[in-house]
């Protein structure tokens, strides 16, 4: 006679590994079957906006493979504009999602990554052999750094600063240095060609890659509130800042980005002087950054 079959059990380290999952949703106010379930679908609006911002950093990779360095440079512009909408978007209309801050960070690494570090190395960085190269590697991981860091430390780091230059500023500059001799050398204001600026740009692009790995502290912006009222001269002063940004547009980026590119350490050197400190030394632990998530970073979309 046919004995019948036991019934198989899990093993002891699934079980385990269930308890484990268990025990972590229940810390972060989940229901364990959540944890389970994959999300359905994603948000098109914010998500939009990244592709094109993704789009806009590939296209400049190619334009420069072509040797159309100004219309890449612009498309590193582009590719800003686009990336500080998508976060934006998504806070207005509720549709951040743990998709839209990983697809973010991955289009941030191409077109503030990989695309300034090509774009440089292309437009006069080759000609300095290995010396090139290794500025371009610095500068990209760099931002690989960088962008690990800020979405590890979400939640900790004051919402007020960032810790050290991020992204996109870092690539306005590179893309910004290319710019202007460009627009420049066809005005007729500047004779120096790419290669006569050959080691400025390594000092720039080395700067931009170590800054971002920094602990300097950079103003975020993010306590704007689009949705509060402003005086009317707020708009009036918009619209002036406009009116001198196309005025030239090369010129008065790059200076701005100049700028708040030794922002950080100026503010650094200060807080310093004061005693202050940096501004995310008071967190030390996980329970104070989980009481500080109110207060923290902006999540991405």
Not at 146 to 174: D, E, H, M, T
Request: some cysteine; aromatic content about 12%.
């Amino acid at each position: 006679m046919e004995q019948p079959r036991r019934p198989r059990f899990r093993s002891i380290r699934s079980l385990r590994d269930a308890a484990r999952l268990a025990g972590e949703a229940r810390r972060n106010g989940a229901d364990s079957s959540e944890l389970q379930r994959p999300a359905r679908g994603i948000y098109i609006l914010p998500n939009a906006f990244t592709t094109a911002a993704l789009f806009a950093g590939f296209y400049a990779i190619v334009q420069s493979m072509n040797q159309r360095f100004e219309a890449a440079a612009i498309a590193i512009f582009i590719a800003m504009i686009l990336d500080g909408l998508d976060g934006r978007v998504a806070r207005l209309t509720n549709t951040q999602s743990a998709f839209g801050e990983q697809y973010d960070s991955l289009s941030d690494m191409v077109s503030f990554g990989a695309a300034p570090a090509l774009v440089i190395y292309e437009w006069t960085l080759r000609g300095l052999g290995k010396w090139g190269w290794i500025a371009a590697f610095i500068y990209c991981a760099g931002a690989a750094l960088r962008l690990a860091r800020f979405n590890a430390n979400i939640g900790v780091v004051n919402k007020r600063f960032f810790q050290g230059l991020p992204s996109p500023a870092a690539a306005a500059l590179i893309a910004g240095l290319v710019w202007i001799v460009t627009d420049l050398r066809e005005t007729k204001w500047i004779t120096a060609s790419p290669e006569d600026l050959t080691w400025g740009a390594w000092l720039l692009t080395v700067y931009a890659g170590l800054t971002m790995v920094s602990n300097a502290p950079f103003y975020s912006g993010k306590e704007i509130n689009l949705r509060k009222s402003v005086p009317f001269i707020a708009l009036l002063a918009m619209v002036l800042v406009f009116v001198v940004v196309s005025s030239d547009p090369p010129v008065v980026l790059f200076s701005l980005f100049v700028l708040y590119g030794l922002s950080g350490y100026v503010v650094w050197f200060l807080r310093w002087k004061s005693g202050e400190g940096l501004p995310w030394k008071s967190v030390s632990d996980p329970e104070s950054a989980d009481a500080q998530n109110s207060s923290s970073q902006s999540p991405r979309h």
